[in-house]
């Protein structure tokens, strides 16, 4: 599915809407956010939309804005760490199975010898 991304209102504007009108600021949050989960591949869409949910989340939770960002960006650390540590092979429990449990075939090549 292709869509036409809306544009981003400039920053002068964005920065009137957070003083003056911080409702239709947050109404231009969400629709952006649903627009992007929306323009996604379908299979990714449930994963986009719990990653979402947990952002949500922890903006609910965090005392003022500071800490949201703070958190938000810790849990986007965290899963890039997990992401390497699954790349490196590292993970244990994530690693996938059969890279580490399939014995290897070892071949006999004929020697010239």
Do not use: W
Request: proline content about 7%.
């Amino acid at each position: 599915m292709h869509f036409m991304q809306k544009p981003l209102p400039s920053f002068e504007r964005m920065l009137d809407m957070a003083k003056n009108n911080p409702d239709a600021l947050e109404q231009l949050r969400l629709e952006m956010v649903r627009d992007a989960i929306n323009a996604a591949p379908e299979d990714y869409r449930q994963r986009l939309h719990g990653l979402q949910f947990q952002i949500d989340g922890q903006r609910l939770v965090s005392k003022n804005p500071m800490q949201a960002c703070l958190e938000i960006s810790r849990m986007m650390h965290n899963s890039l760490q997990d992401l390497k540590a699954y790349i490196d092979g590292h993970t244990g429990e994530k690693a996938l199975p059969e890279a580490q449990t399939q014995p290897a075939k070892i071949l006999n090549f004929p020697s010239e010898v």
